[in-house]
């Protein structure tokens, strides 16, 4: 997985392939909660446990942290939270010796290789710190779908350099890998929870009982305290229960995750963490936003699945040690592949989005997390295209319009890549479109666990050639090159 130079063959007259490929591997793991039953399998399990000796238990734990410590950061850390949610279950467990209560956390315990499977559909953002490179080169960061056992999807991310005569050089990954934990200091803007509650079907009479006995900001301990508070005053208000479910959902649905302050970002697992995710956090496209202070912070919009259901969501962050979930909300928040724009356009945010699954549309809004109407950008034109047509990651401003990288499905479901060029003003004025494909998969591309599928979530731009990351049918991933103003011009009706 060591990056070499440009490789000497290119499939078009304007790409050139990279020799770098990202495969599965088996090697990293993390851990995750293992709760095959209920209470009764919980209380079966602690039961055993209970009857060891004190000396069996620590013969025990020698052993299993002798196999397992090494290929874990902080395995003791992991086994105690999932002690703590074995002790929700089962409350008595709370009496246990801490040796005994680890025990049972590493029980409650397994491995997940969550890139066992697959690497694939990369997004790549310009990196948060520049300091030490030349004006020839520059740092970024690159987020990938990690696919492990059960196609579960999470989001990992490497690092790396791009320096002169397209040479690319990726950072080496950290010895360990682990989920993001869970902040639980989120707070809350009453206002804003207010106005996305409101899309969900409660009764607005009994959520205002439980809003009006919050602050301003609010936390999720608030939260249920003020649900447990209403249950109290009001025992037969018939609608409380499925208000307060609501509410609670929507909290934990809007969560933040934190990295250890000394942590490489290529330790960063960001894992499913909600109802809505439990299946997979699938296709992040990146973007680095600078809004119209200059402030800079990084925005992801990807589909939560569900295993039946997908949700579009938007991760934020300045750092990428600190990351915050929302809900993205409103009548056209629907269907996959939603691409934010870098910038406001004319003074509101701009998005890419498929809300039909088979047509392009333009998004504008006021406020970030809330996206009341669209309108269509483009239907499928030509051959390769005519199943469907979608962006494929944020657009990339430059002086002759927005370059918008997109994709196409034609016959026998065969997805390639293509570009139109967006008016900067007015990007709902096409400019032009590539008649044909950018990047169509080759004979060594077409094979994988979706063949026939070539597919990006976002490219960079860098000293006239646009660096793009792409996925090999859902299965690998290369990075190929293509001149800006050879591009450009194709685009020039």
């Not at 649900?227 to 609670?248: R, V």
């Not at 970002?265 to 990146?286: C, K, T």
Request: proline share 6%.
């Amino acid at each position: 997985m060591i990056p070499e130079t440009v490789s000497d063959t290119c499939d078009s007259p304007l790409v050139q392939r990279l020799s770098v490929k990202f495969t599965a591997d088996d090697r990293w793991v993390v851990t995750r909660p293992f709760f095959p039953g209920g209470e009764a399998r919980v209380r079966s399990v602690c039961h055993r446990v209970s009857e060891l000796s004190d000396e069996g238990v620590q013969v025990i734990l020698r052993q299993v942290q002798a196999e397992f410590a090494a290929r874990h950061k902080d395995m003791l850390s992991e086994w105690t939270d999932h002690f703590r949610q074995a002790l929700q279950l089962v409350p008595e467990l709370a009496q246990f010796t801490p040796s005994r209560q680890r025990l049972i956390g590493a029980y409650f315990t397994m491995e997940y290789a969550f890139a066992s499977a697959a690497l694939f559909n990369p997004s790549i953002v310009l990196h948060p710190d520049q300091s030490g490179v030349d004006e020839e080169s520059l740092r970024f960061i690159m987020s990938l779908r990690a696919t492990g056992e059960g196609h579960v999807s999470s989001i990992v991310f490497r690092t790396g350099t791009i320096g002169p005569r397209h040479h690319i050089q990726f950072d080496p990954p950290a010895a360990h890998q682990h989920r993001m934990r869970l902040s639980p200091d989120r707070r809350y803007e009453k206002a804003l929870f207010r106005r996305k509650l409101c899309e969900v079907v409660v009764d607005e009479s009994v959520m205002d009982l439980v809003m009006n006995r919050l602050p301003d900001s609010f936390t999720m301990v608030e939260l249920e305290h003020a649900i447990e508070h209403i249950h109290a005053e009001y025992p037969d208000l018939y609608l409380l229960g499925e208000t307060a479910d609501n509410m609670t959902w929507l909290a934990r649905e809007n969560y933040q995750l934190s990295l250890d302050e000394d942590a490489d970002i290529s330790e960063l697992v960001v894992f499913p963490q909600s109802d809505n995710d439990r299946m997979g956090i699938e296709d992040l496209r990146l973007v680095r936003f600078i809004d119209d202070d200059h402030s800079v912070r990084y925005f992801g919009t990807y589909s939560a699945y569900n295993g039946t259901h997908v949700l579009p969501q938007l991760m934020e962050t300045c750092d990428f040690h600190h990351l915050k979930i929302h809900t993205l909300n409103g009548p056209v928040v629907q269907n996959k592949g939603m691409a934010l724009f870098p910038r406001r356009v004319n003074g509101h945010y701009c998005m890419s989005s498929r809300i039909d699954g088979e047509n392009l549309f333009l998004m504008f809004s006021n406020n970030i997390q809330f996206w009341e109407t669209a309108e269509m950008l483009r239907a499928p034109r030509q051959p390769w295209e005519f199943m469907q047509i979608g962006n494929c990651g944020s657009p990339i401003e430059t002086s002759e319009g927005w370059l918008l990288l997109t994709h196409g499905v034609g016959p026998m479901r065969k997805y390639c890549i293509g570009a139109m060029l967006l008016d900067r003003d007015d990007p709902l004025r096409v400019i032009g479109s590539l008649q044909e494909p950018l990047i169509a998969p080759n004979e060594q591309e077409r094979e994988g666990y979706v063949p026939n599928v070539v597919y990006t979530c976002g490219a960079l731009a860098h000293h006239h050639c646009l660096f793009i990351p792409y996925a090999m049918s859902d299965s690998v991933t290369g990075v190929a090159v293509v001149s800006l103003e050879k591009l450009l011009n194709e685009l020039h009706p």
